[in-house]
C-alpha cells in the first residue's frame, strides 16, 4: 500500500472511508515537506506506521498554524500533527491521550541586550514582545498576556528578524523550531535565548471532537503506549534529534 504524499489523481480514486487527511505548519524534525513534495519528520513516521497497522491511507497538507487549527475544529481534516493541550483547545478540539515529543518554550531577545526576566511577567510590562499566530505558550503566559504589549508574527523567522532589527525587545517561540532557524540565519551571536523557560509543553496529536473514524484515537494511543514501553517512541524522538515527553 502507498502511503505518504498522494497526487490529487490518487486522490480521487481512494477508498475515502479509510483514507486520513493529516494537517499541520512545518515544525522542525516533526512536520515538513520537503522540495521535492514528500513530508517527513517524527510526527509523519509515526502516522506512517498508525496507517500500516491500521490500514488507512494518508494524505498530507501544509498550513499556516492558526488555519490548519480552524480546519480541524472544524472536522475538515482527520490528524493534526503536535498542538501544545490547553483547556481552551480542548473545547474545540480532541487530543490524543500519549503525547510523542515535548518543548522547552523560551523568550529571545538580542545579546547585547538582556531584559530582566526571573519568570515573573510583572517585569515585563511595557517591553515590546513577539508571538506566534496561533501558538500556546502555557497557563502562565495566558493568564499574563492581556496586561503584555504583544506584536503577532507569522513565522520563526520573522520573528528573530523582528528582534534583530529592534522592533521587538523579546520573542517568545520554541528551541526545536528556533535554533535551527538562529544557525540558518547566522545570528548565534546576535541573539539567545533567556532564562528561565516561559514553559516545557507536551505535545500531541489532536482529532476533531467527533472523529469520522471514532476508533482512530484509542487506536492511537495504544500504538503510542506501546512504542513508549517498548522504548522505540524515545528512540525515534532521538533519530530526529527531539526530546520525548
Do not use: C
Amino acid at each position: 500500500m502507498a502511503l505518504g504524499v498522494l497526487p490529487h489523481s490518487s486522490w480521487s480514486r481512494a477508498q475515502p472511508e479509510r483514507e486520513l487527511l493529516v494537517i499541520g505548519t512545518r515544525f522542525e524534525n516533526i512536520y515538513e515537506r520537503r522540495p521535492d513534495g514528500q513530508f517527513r519528520g517524527m510526527g509523519v513516521d509515526l502516522l506512517r506506521l498508525f496507517a500500516q497497522r491500521h490500514g488507512y491511507r494518508l494524505r498530507f497538507d501544509i498550513y499556516p498554524w492558526r488555519r490548519a487549527q480552524e480546519l480541524i475544529n472544524a472536522a475538515r481534516a482527520d490528524v493534526l500533527v503536535g498542538p501544545y493541550k490547553s483547556a481552551e483547545r480542548a473545547r474545540t478540539m480532541q487530543f490524543s491521550g500519549e503525547a510523542f515529543f515535548q518543548d522547552q518554550v523560551a523568550f529571545y531577545v538580542r545579546a547585547d541586550a538582556l531584559p530582566l526576566w526571573e519568570g515573573d511577567y510583572n517585569m515585563l510590562r511595557g517591553r515590546r514582545i513577539a508571538a506566534l499566530n496561533g501558538w500556546n505558550y502555557g497557563p502562565a503566559f495566558s493568564k499574563a498576556q492581556p496586561r503584555l504589549n504583544i506584536s503577532i508574527t507569522n513565522s520563526v523567522e520573522n520573528g528573530l528578524r523582528m528582534l534583530a532589527a529592534g522592533h521587538v525587545e523579546m520573542f517568545a517561540t520554541n528551541r526545536r523550531d528556533t535554533d535551527p532557524v538562529v544557525a540558518a540565519l547566522r545570528m548565534q551571536d546576535k541573539v539567545m535565548p533567556l532564562a528561565p523557560l516561559i514553559d516545557v509543553q507536551d505535545a500531541y496529536f489532536a482529532y476533531p471532537l467527533s472523529p469520522r473514524f471514532p476508533d482512530m484515537p484509542l487506536q492511537m494511543d495504544q500504538m503510542l503506549a506501546e512504542m513508549k514501553a517498548r522504548g522505540e517512541l524515545q528512540k525515534l524522538a532521538r533519530r530526529y534529534g527531539v526530546t520525548p515527553p
